[in-house]
C-alpha cells in the first residue's frame, strides 16, 4: 500500500507529495517521474519547512529527496581560474593546504584558517592569511567582501609562497567541487541544507541524499531503502 500526503504548493506553485512506501533512490526517482514530475527539489528554506509539514508525524527518520552527486570530479577556483595545477584526486568538496604544503580535500562544513588574495601588483600585500576559524563558505564570503576572493593556485612556486605566509597553519583555498545535482533537469544547486559533517561520503560511497525530520540533510548510499517526497505534476 502506498500512502502519499496531502500537497503543500511551494512559491513556485509545484506541490509536493510525500511518498511512504521505502524504495531506493533510483526506485524512488522512477516512482515519482510515472506517477508525478520527479523527486523533489528544494530551492530554499520556505520549500525545505512544506517539506516538514507535509511528512508531519509520519516521517519517523529521513526520507529522499532529489538531489544525487555526479561521478564526475568537477574541482573549480572560486573566482573561476581554470585549475592548471593540481597534485591529487579527491573524494570530498573542499580544498585546504596542509602544514608540509600538501593539499587535501575535506568537508566543507569544518572551521579552518583561510588565505584571501588582494587584485594587486604589491606582493607583499597580495596574500592575507585570516587566522580565524571558519566554514570553506565563510571564508570564500569573507574573502569576497574584505579582499578579492579565497586563493588560487597556479604552479608549485606559488604553493611554496602561500605554506612560508601561513607559517605551518592549515588553511582553506579556494578550490572546490560542486557534484551535487537535483534530479529534474534544469534544476540548479542553489540552496542546501547540510546536517553537521555533511556532505562526507563516508566509504566513498555516498552518493544519494536524505532529509531528516529535523529537515537537515546527509548523503548516505542510493541502495537504502526510505520513503521519499515527490514534486506533483499540478498545483495544489
Given at each position: 500500500?502506498?500512502?502519499?500526503?496531502?500537497?503543500?504548493?511551494?512559491?513556485?506553485?509545484?506541490?509536493?507529495?510525500?511518498?511512504?512506501?521505502?524504495?531506493s533512490?533510483?526506485?524512488?526517482?522512477?516512482?515519482?517521474?510515472?506517477?508525478?514530475?520527479?523527486?523533489?527539489?528544494?530551492?530554499?528554506?520556505?520549500?525545505?519547512?512544506?517539506?516538514?509539514?507535509?511528512?508531519?508525524?509520519?516521517?519517523?527518520?529521513?526520507?529522499?529527496?532529489?538531489?544525487?552527486?555526479?561521478?564526475?570530479?568537477?574541482?573549480?577556483?572560486?573566482?573561476?581560474?581554470?585549475?592548471?595545477?593540481s597534485?591529487?584526486?579527491?573524494?570530498?568538496?573542499?580544498?585546504?593546504v596542509?602544514?608540509?604544503?600538501?593539499?587535501?580535500?575535506?568537508?566543507?562544513?569544518?572551521?579552518?584558517?583561510?588565505?584571501?588574495?588582494?587584485?594587486?601588483?604589491?606582493?607583499?600585500?597580495?596574500?592575507?592569511?585570516?587566522?580565524?576559524?571558519?566554514?570553506?563558505?565563510?571564508?570564500?564570503?569573507?574573502?569576497?567582501?574584505?579582499?578579492?576572493?579565497?586563493?588560487?593556485?597556479?604552479?608549485?612556486?606559488?604553493?611554496?609562497?602561500?605554506?612560508?605566509?601561513?607559517?605551518?597553519?592549515?588553511?582553506?583555498?579556494?578550490?572546490?567541487?560542486?557534484?551535487?545535482?537535483?534530479?529534474?533537469?534544469?534544476?540548479?544547486?542553489?540552496?542546501h541544507?547540510?546536517?553537521?559533517?555533511?556532505?562526507?561520503?563516508?566509504?566513498?560511497?555516498?552518493?544519494?541524499?536524505?532529509?531528516?525530520?529535523?529537515?537537515?540533510?546527509?548523503?548516505?548510499?542510493?541502495?537504502?531503502?526510505?520513503?521519499?517526497?515527490?514534486?506533483?505534476?499540478?498545483?495544489?
Open positions: 500500500m502506498i500512502w502519499e500526503g496531502l500537497c503543500v504548493p511551494a512559491s513556485s506553485q509545484i506541490r509536493k507529495v510525500y511518498v511512504e512506501t521505502v524504495k533512490w533510483s526506485e524512488a526517482q522512477s516512482y515519482c517521474r510515472e506517477k508525478h514530475t520527479d523527486l523533489a527539489t528544494v530551492h530554499s528554506q520556505e520549500e525545505a519547512e512544506q517539506l516538514l509539514n507535509i511528512t508531519g508525524g509520519s516521517l519517523n527518520a529521513t526520507a529522499w529527496i532529489g538531489l544525487y552527486r555526479d561521478d564526475t570530479q568537477n574541482w573549480q577556483w572560486s573566482n573561476s581560474d581554470d585549475v592548471i595545477y597534485n591529487w584526486k579527491a573524494e570530498l568538496f573542499c580544498a585546504s596542509n602544514s608540509q604544503g600538501e593539499w587535501e580535500d575535506r568537508v566543507c562544513n569544518e572551521g579552518k584558517a583561510f588565505m584571501c588574495y588582494n587584485e594587486t601588483s604589491n606582493i607583499t600585500e597580495r596574500y592575507i592569511l585570516i587566522e580565524e576559524l571558519k566554514t570553506w563558505t565563510e571564508a570564500q564570503q569573507y574573502c569576497k567582501e574584505h579582499h578579492t576572493d579565497l586563493v588560487s593556485i597556479k604552479n608549485t612556486s606559488e604553493n611554496e609562497d602561500l605554506v612560508k605566509k601561513a607559517q605551518g597553519k592549515p588553511f582553506w583555498i579556494g578550490l572546490f567541487n560542486n557534484p551535487w545535482k537535483w534530479s529534474r533537469q534544469g534544476d540548479n544547486y542553489t540552496f541544507n547540510w546536517n553537521g559533517g555533511e556532505p562526507n561520503n563516508w566509504g566513498g560511497n555516498e552518493k544519494c541524499v536524505e532529509m531528516s525530520k529535523s529537515g537537515q540533510w546527509n548523503d548516505i548510499p542510493c541502495t537504502f531503502q526510505l520513503p521519499f517526497c515527490c514534486d506533483g505534476k499540478d498545483p495544489c
